[in-house]
């Protein structure tokens, strides 16, 4: 099927009037209400940056000596509220290597430290995907794509994690050390990173896998260094949290995007749910060590790898789809350079704009995240052996 409506100068035009409308938008929920509360609140009576409010007070209490507050959620909800005069009840559930990259945020006041954070954050993000998919329109659709808006409004740590992953993957053929270790620092999102081992061992790329060890190792050994051992028994001891807060509906299910809150939202009970993101979990690992041993192109072995990362992990957030802008660009840039399998524009388009309509579904307890991340991993391990073979046939000579 030919999609006329996605053609290049409406993927030139489109994503800038996308991007004026952010703009206005964040004026009407940001700028306007930004000097109603001590470093400003936003029209939801939030802190300005929503969450990296957590990062900047985890940050403060780490300069002075009091990180083991951060993993005592009464002091740190504490802590917060006597900050910003607002209650933003939401405790701490990140490992100790995340505080290692958060230190300096609070050595800027809040507000300054929120710009710098999302200028540096979102400029690696950006670099990445230009590398990725090296076309004038690139960039503008990375900054129209709804994942985006999202980070940025929670002034979440998506961009890092993107480009850090992007970037480590980037590097790995040729500068596999450099590239092993940007990885590596990806640990201090644990969940995020777990799949990353086993892709590596599949893809018998051991300099990358050792130096992933030794990136890994730095974070613990510089957490350990900077904040001594308590801080990781805090951390040990609230381990379980976040399960118990899914269990006894403190979390906002419909605000999460796995397989295990879609359930949860049908009406599923949580050890069913348990059980399918299990299987769930099991198949994705199975799929990426395939197409990572068959040393399948890299726009393939880096898209089933952040995919999987999504539909691997039961606790991810909308904000969170921002990883899938590199597989959206990778597969994008294969479209647009070496042809469009059927249906490929449509479903790719669907992964775009799905941070926007995942919210406004989740009103009425429908979450189609899922349904479209497994749709596009299904589009990654077939779309490679079709095109294989487009190629093969292409170098056959002509009889």
Known sequence: MHVKWLNQRRLTIYPRIIVAMYIILGGALIVAPAFRGPGGTDLYNRP????????????????TGQATIVYDPPKFIAAEEAKFKVEFPIPWFYPPTFLVVLLPLALLPYIPSLIAWLALTLSGYLVILRRIAPHPATIWLALAFPGTFQNFFHGQNGFLSAALIGGGLLLLDQFPLAGGFLLGLVSYKPHLTVLIPLALIAGKRWQALISLLIAASVMVLSSFVLFGKDVWLAFLNNLSLPMKLLENGSLPINKMVTIFSALLEFGAGLH?????????????????????????PLSSRASVLVIGILLFTPYLFAYDLTLLALPLAWLGWEGYTKGWIH????????????????PILALINFQIAPLILVAIMILVVKGSTIRASFASEAAKPYE
């Open 48 to 63: 300005l940056g929503a969450d990296f409010s957590h990062y900047w007070v985890a940050s403060s209490l780490a300069l």
């Open 272 to 296: 069913l749910a348990l059980f399918i993101q299990v299987c769930v979990m099991l198949a994705v690992a199975l799929a990426i060590f395939l197409v990572w041993h068959q040393n399948r």
């Open 343 to 358: 249906g490929e524009r449509v479903l790719l388009f669907l992964g775009w704009i799905m941070p926007f309509i995942t």
